[in-house]
């Protein structure tokens, strides 16, 4: 079965033949010379195939630089690999294990890389030097106690436990499965993909248990004909630097920056270091060629052997001074490097760090780093579809996703597929200042701690992946630009060259579900799934620090004993020290207005209830300046949060369409007066009071609309409030600015959609119920309901003129721009709200749950309000409450 590479060229020589004598040992390997790097120079990267046949055939597909070539060699290829002239392959370590591919993926990459040496390039992975182990192990008698690797003792079951549990015998076959599945990290899988794989290859007589425990020590033994995975690690490397790019396997922290065993001080210089890491690792193998089997000390009767130290350095035994066996993720979530080891690389003048190793999803993880603009790569996606077929591998926990990682000159790209077909990508630049919305999110982490992982679509039709991992699993949810760039982090929304606003961005800011993407679900169309509507127990609703309630249907619509029962249930809350906040889609009132609406006319105790960022009131303030400081901890409007929305993304000079006073008093208050609206603001002691503006309540006609358009000039964006005197001229004029935008894009394609900003996306709502003593008996009791905002403002954007299509954002519940709000300091006007930590209490389904589920919170539903029991019934479980109740005021 041992065919030096050069032999047999990709498979078995055609009608079998006898081996050839005997060669010299040891073989000559090619040697790693780094080319020079030209702005031509396309470095494609490949790692963590683990055995995975199909995956690297997929690879290869996708990859601009290699392509197969000649005749068919088999199930070793369609043709021979080849590599374009222009092209750098890089392999990022873990070759064999998972897959009945080992042999075959180990002689592909080098025969590669011994036609283009210094074109191919193989970073060595835990999974390749283990297998240094197999000779000494697997050829010492059964007599002899095995070896049990110390990082492993605690963990790992003993030989004799293990054959006692399986029911097997001693002997080389038993041990190989004991050594494969309980210190080498593999599965139980692995034994038998090597042996279905020299079955493929040499035929079934050749596949026996022995023969796959023959194939595991000749392939690592100096002494035999071809020591295929030997001589794979012989020409690998432990770092490697490609211009201002470092690969290694795992990753680099604190004590494995600039560390070279053997070695006191550290290496200061980031190429120093890799040339003699690597010098490092090949004087161990050096040393293994010449004793490669347990030597015995006379005296202490201890075993050892050569290269331990090269096969401790793979593994947790080398503990944070490896750059091989590295985790870069915290349960499972991405982190920026520690400044030590972004200090080292800028030192060396390195601006990319691309590893392996570590699984996270479908899609490479990208990590910007804000202070030294560092791109941080993680590019194994090993556990990407746990349903894949099973079929040719028993092993395939990828199915059909693939991704290539491709650097030229100082971008980075990635063009990747999803399990669902999907096609994602992305290009970033080692200066963050070249990046282009929507890619220059890529890298970029939300306040809710998930990050950006890549783009999917183009244009208006632009998503951005967003990902937050729990160990293994990664769940997913896809964001318009927008709602990305109003969920940034503090630390990536505006630092230096970093500085990424909403100027210029425009989408739907519909609130969107995480949806798993672990081993065991898809990833578009779950959402994250919680318990059904779990037994209410007030004890255990009492335990969380912060109540988010909405007005309507928790308060407003119930009865008046009803409502006062609710309001003695809010203030039970406030008397336990909890904190109270109101968050209302109502455009209405300002803030001022509603807090004074709750505390003087519904005696909601706000003043009393906790909160860490209450200002303290002064012994002169008057009660409208204590209800104004007091107002900002605890109440958020939909009014406000547009106004808000405006002030930072830039837009100053709005329509706006409402009937309550609170819109265009938030506007005013931060500092957006040259509005336009169906309405006229007047400022008063009371607060203020609106009155329909003329212009805007005549029919609709040409003449009309042409002695408004004057107005139109300078309007950068419409705002969607309540508006029950709502006309037909004042939504063709809305329409028509929006059209008149479109058409001044044909001719300036900078410039971007008109948007369209609703302070609620619901289409209904709530005015009451029929009276009691209707002479219509069915009638009685029923509700009556009206249009609200996100109708108006859908039916804005289905009169406008454009061959795109428009989106209304949404401010209010679900928006996450709400969530923004809450978790946003103090200091930063937020209301600092821990989420996970906090409950919502609403009445609708698609409003006040689904905004609990979209920033991690608890929800009590509340029947007494747009929901019915119906409703809930037809609602997909996946996105019921925690809690239900008939209302507030019956608990």
Known sequence: RAWPPATRGGGPPAGGGAPPPARPAPRSIPENKVPAITPETVIEYLTDVEGNWEYMVRFISMSEILFWEGPTQGHFGPGKLKIKPHGILVFGGDAPDKGPGDERIVRTLSNLKSEAPSQVFIILGNRDTIKLRFLAELSEGD?????????????????????????????????????????????????????????????????????????????????????????????????????????????????????????????????????????????????????????????????????????????????????????????????????????????????????????????????????TGLLAITADTSRSDADGSKVLNAANNRGNVASVVSIQGDRVSVRGQAKTGLQHGFTLHVDPDKDVLPCALVGRQLADGSWVKSVAGSGAGARVIVARGRGFNVEVKHLTPAQACIELSDEY???????????????????????????????????????????????????????????????????????????????????????????????????????????????????????????????????????????????????????WFLNEAGLKKPFVLTSGVGLLQELEDVGITEYVSNSRLKRDEGGGSLEPDPAFHKEVSEANMVELASLATE?????????????????????????????????????????????????????????????????????????????????????VVSKQPFEPIAVGKPSPILLNHLMRPAEQHGLGIDLSKAVVIGDGLDTDVQFALSGGMKSLLVLSGVTETSNLKNHDKARWPTWTAESFASL
């Open 143 to 371: 007599d002899v106690e095995p070896w049990i690797p110390p990082w492993d003792r605690e963990r790992a079951p003993t030989y004799e436990n293990f054959i006692q549990k399986r029911g097997l015998t001693r002997g080389k076959v038993s041990k190989c499965h004991w050594l494969l599945n309980c210190t080498m990290g593999c599965q139980d899988t692995t034994f038998g993909t090597r042996q279905d794989e020299l079955a493929m290859l040499y035929g079934p007589a050749k596949a026996t248990d022995d023969d796959v425990v023959q194939s595991y020590i000749q392939s690592v033994d100096p002494e035999s004909e071809d020591p295929w995975m030997l001589d794979f690690c012989r020409c690998g490397l432990l770092a490697l630097v490609l211009g201002d790019t470092l690969f290694v396997h795992g990753g680099l922290q604190d004590d494995s920056a600039g560390h070279v065993p053997g070695l006191e001080a550290p290496v200061e210089e980031v190429r120093e270091w890799a040339d003699r890491l690597n010098a490092w690792k090949d004087e161990q193998l050096r040393a293994y060629m010449a004793s490669p089997r347990w030597q015995k000390d006379e005296k202490t009767g201890e075993r050892s052997r050569a290269a331990s130290e090269l096969i401790e350095y793979g593994t947790p035994g080398a503990k944070t001074k490896t750059v091989v066996y590295h985790n870069p993720f915290v349960d499972g979530n991405p982190v920026q490097r520690s400044q030590a080891v972004q200090d080292f690389l800028e030192k060396g003048g390195i601006k990319r760090l691309v590893t392996g190793h570590q699984p996270h999803g479908q899609m490479p993880t990208v990590v910007r780093h804000p202070k």
């Open 715 to 799: 309007v950068d964006c419409i705002v969607v409030g309540w508006a029950d005197n709502i006309s037909g001229l004042a939504l063709a004029f809305a329409a028509q600015c929006c059209t008149w935008r479109e058409e001044r894009r044909a001719a300036n394609p900078e410039l971007t959609q008109l948007p369209i900003v609703t302070t609620t996306g619901d289409h209904s709502g709530i005015l009451g119920r029929m009276p009691d003593s209707f002479e219509e008996e069915w009638l009685r009791g029923k509700r009556l309901t009206t249009y609200a905002s996100g109708t108006v403002a859908r039916a804005i954007c289905n009169a």
């Open 493 to 643: 929304t505006r630092v230096g060259k970093l500085d990424v606003t909403l100027k210029s961005i425009v989408g739907n800011s519909k609130a969107v579900g995480w949806q798993q993407n672990d081993l065991g679900a898809s990833d578009d169309g779950l959402e994250v799934c919680i318990e059904a509507s779990e037994k209410f127990d007030w004890a255990a609703f009492e335990k969380y620090e912060t109540f988010i309630f909405s007005f309507h249907g928790v308060i407003r619509s119930l009865s008046e004993e009803d409502q006062k029962k609710a309001v003695a249930n809010i203030n039970r809350l406030i008397d336990n020290e909890k904190r109270v906040v109101f968050v209302t889609n109502d455009a209405t009132k300002s803030r001022v207005d509603f807090y004074k609406h709750m505390t003087q006319e519904f005696q909601v105790r706000l003043d009393e209830t906790s909160c860490p960022i209450s200002p303290a009131s002064g012994p002169a303030e008057t009660s409208d300046a204590i209800a104004e400081k007091r107002s900002k901890s605890h109440i958020i409007t939909a009014a406000y949060n547009a106004a």
